[in-house]
């Protein structure tokens, strides 16, 4: 039965961890504690919830619907705890430039740790106090309204289309791949036609998300119409590959962001006929050029370099 305390943000923290690597022991890495820690750490969350978090096999811990639930309710709280962090630092005169960034989940879990890290290393060496950058992640239609709004200085999106009222430059390319369950009968059998992906009900996103609404435009360019509605939706990249792995269907995704489960052989990637899918991930923000913040405009170059670097350039 449930206890009704509230898990602390260690705990919190674990638990995104292994959503996002899909391992108890990379989360164990990722966080600075023992693998045995971590397990009754989990362990004692799900007692304090009451809820079964994951699916705990030989090959790795899946979350369950509700574990994924959960996790992007524990992301929300941690994103909070850091505008707490941040927000003190800035009051204690701590950080001399701060930076609020809105990102899109591909972008948040996949790209921006990287890009900030290298935002950090130029900055101090440079001889310079690092900026403290607020993240804010949601889908790339949140990410958007948060820049338009005023809450965010820069966003990061994954949409197909971009806003013609922000600023806005190509950071880097993002190629989307059709992933199913291992077992599933698209595989083995060539390259599956796009009019036939295309007209199967998908594991999606909701409306908003830029892997969803570039899945759907190149729908519509290639073939002049929609595609099927969703078989079912749902509110994280990771509850859509928990989703496909459980054999609940066929998923468009990012390649990024399903690697891990490829690699694993938790899902496998079916190849469609015709060009691939890649849309554009993007940089935005209020005004033109000359309105974009110092620090923006630093995290912007630390992208495209790094895009530069491993062979994707941004332009």
């Known amino acids: 039965m449930p206890n009704g305390s509230m898990p602390d943000l260690g705990s919190l923290e674990l638990l995104v961890a292994v959503v996002r690597t899909g391992s108890i022991s990379a989360a164990a890495r990722d966080t600075g504690v023992t693998q045995q820690?971590?397990?009754?750490?989990?362990?004692?969350?799900?007692?304090q919830l009451g809820l079964s978090l994951f699916h705990r096999t030989p090959s790795g811990s899946r979350p369950t619907l509700e574990g994924e639930v959960v996790a992007s309710w524990a992301d929300d709280v941690l994103a909070a705890a850091g505008r707490f962090q941040a927000?003190?630092?800035?009051?204690?005169?701590?950080?001399?430039?701060?930076?609020?960034?809105?990102?899109?989940?591909?972008?948040?879990a996949r790209l921006l740790p990287r890009w900030l890290v290298a935002l950090r290393r130029?900055?101090?060496?440079?001889g310079r106090t690092p900026t403290a950058v607020q993240l804010l992640s949601g889908n790339s239609a949140d990410a958007e309204a948060l820049v338009r709004e005023g809450r965010?200085?820069?966003?990061?999106?994954?949409?197909?289309?971009?806003?013609?009222?922000?600023?806005?430059?190509?950071?880097?390319?993002?190629?989307?791949?059709?992933?199913?369950?291992?077992?599933?009968?698209?595989?083995?059998?060539g390259p599956v036609a796009?009019?036939?992906?295309?007209?199967?009900?998908?594991?999606?996103?909701?409306?908003?998300?830029?892997?969803?609404?570039a899945w759907e435009d190149e729908v519509r360019r290639r073939l002049d119409r929609a595609a099927a509605e969703p078989a079912v939706v749902l509110p994280t990249s990771?509850?859509?590959?928990?989703?496909?792995?459980?054999?609940?269907?066929?998923?468009?995704?990012?390649?990024?962001?399903?690697?891990d489960d490829i690699r694993l052989g938790r899902l496998r990637a079916v190849r469609?006929?015709?060009?691939?899918?890649?849309?554009?991930?993007t940089a935005l923000w209020r005004g033109g050029a000359r309105d974009l913040p110092p620090a923006g405009r630093e995290l912007i170059d630390v992208a495209v370099r790094t895009a530069r670097d491993q062979g994707r350039p941004g332009s």
């Open 272 to 281: 469609t006929a015709g060009d691939p899918i890649v849309r554009p991930i």
């Open 37 to 47: 820690s971590a397990s009754a750490r989990l362990r004692a969350v799900e007692r």
């Open 238 to 259: 990771a509850a859509v590959r928990s989703a496909v792995a459980d054999g609940l269907g066929a998923a468009v995704l990012s390649r990024r962001e399903a690697a």
């Open 87 to 108: 927000a003190t630092r800035t009051l204690r005169g701590e950080s001399s430039a701060r930076l609020t960034v809105a990102a899109s989940q591909t972008v948040s």
């Open 122 to 126: 130029h900055q101090l060496g440079a």
């Open 152 to 189: 965010a200085d820069l966003a990061f999106i994954e949409s197909s289309e971009v806003p013609a009222d922000l600023g806005s430059t190509t950071v880097d390319r993002d190629e989307l791949v059709l992933v199913v369950a291992p077992g599933h009968p698209w595989i083995g059998h």
């Open 194 to 213: 796009f009019e036939v992906a295309a007209a199967e009900p998908l594991v999606a996103r909701e409306q908003g998300s830029g892997t969803r609404r």
